[in-house]
């Protein structure tokens, strides 16, 4: 079968990560279906892809089941990428897509016969006494605190996969994400570097809070890759995805404002996300042979540049 008969399904694939995946898979000349509710992605995420015969875009909630007729060959869901802001905002939204909606999203992949990847969160392992964390880490959550729409809902989603990985004879794989930046990522997600770029693409001075966050980042490109040679494997997951090195706050800071020429002073900015999560991505250089390529200053080089 030729790579432009196999249909790949990318839910959420009008967001950041979701675009860049869909980009990828039509170079690589595979037929891409997108499907997404917009209500995180954007349709200008999209716009270079629009005139693509390969490439479908369909405007749907998966928490409704998906009808197709036609056979699809993997799906990828990260219908799923909440930021950390969205948690205050729509828990009730976050807690059914990540249950409702992926139970339709595996039936999907029952029917059809499809290879099922699901991006998680690192969020699973909550407010971690573990640094970095390997995936046989089981985390520290609380269940009823203000991120835990995101943060058991993710840790359902992945017990939901396992049990339908048991009953059924499917490849169902998990891949679960670390901090990811680079061009498209929301600017209001409520992240670090998600704030300093805010600010430095304002021509404001970084605001650094007092207490440093140590964190770790990886650019889209390094990440979307990996999900690809997941998809591949036959390693089912789940398995860490993200930047090994752990940056703190005052550097993330120190890279922007020297790549945009803004100052760095003191101030006080909502920090939504937990500090220390970092992985350990051994399993993904032993079963993919993935590492990051990017570094931080080429990786906010490209980033700046898309946002100018």
Not at 51 to 59: G, R, V
Not at 93 to 105: M, Q
Not at 243 to 256: F, K, Q, R, V
């Amino acid at each position: 079968m030729f790579l432009q008969e196999k249909t790949v399904l990318v839910a959420g694939g009008a967001g950041f990560i979701g675009s860049h995946l869909c980009r990828n898979l039509l170079k690589s000349g595979y037929k891409v279906m997108c499907v997404d509710n917009i209500s995180t992605g954007r349709r200008e995420n999209m716009a270079d892809l629009e005139s693509d015969p390969n490439f479908s875009f369909f405007e749907h909630d998966i928490n409704t089941p998906i009808n197709y007729k036609k056979h699809i060959f993997w799906i990828f869901n990260l219908a799923c990428g909440f930021t950390a802001g969205d948690c205050t905002q729509s828990p009730q939204l976050i807690i059914e897509t990540l249950s409702n909606g992926v139970k339709n999203l595996l039936n999907l992949a029952v029917e059809k016969g499809s290879v099922f990847v699901h991006i998680s969160s690192s969020e699973v392992y909550g407010e971690p006494l573990v640094v970095p964390q390997p995936e046989s880490y089981w985390g520290n959550v609380d269940p009823v605190g203000l991120r835990s729409c995101f943060q058991e809902g993710s840790r359902f989603a992945e017990s939901l996969i396992a049990t339908y990985r048991k009953k059924n004879n499917l490849s169902l794989k998990i891949a679960r994400i670390f901090n990811v930046y680079g061009p498209v990522m929301r600017l209001d997600g409520g992240s670090i570097l998600a704030s300093f770029l805010s600010d430095a693409l304002q021509k404001r001075n970084i605001r650094l809070p007092e207490n440093s966050v140590t964190s770790s980042w990886c650019f889209v490109n390094d990440f979307v890759r990996g999900l690809i040679l997941l998809v591949q494997a036959k390693h089912d997951g789940p398995i860490n995805l993200g930047h090994p090195t752990p940056i703190d706050s005052g550097t993330i800071a120190d890279s922007i404002a020297s790549l945009t020429g803004v100052g760095v002073v003191p101030g006080q900015i909502p920090i939504l996300y937990p500090s220390n999560l970092i992985p350990d991505i051994s399993l993904a250089q032993k079963e993919l042979s993935w590492e990051p390529e990017v570094s931080l200053d080429e990786g906010l080089k490209q980033t700046l540049a898309f946002y100018r």
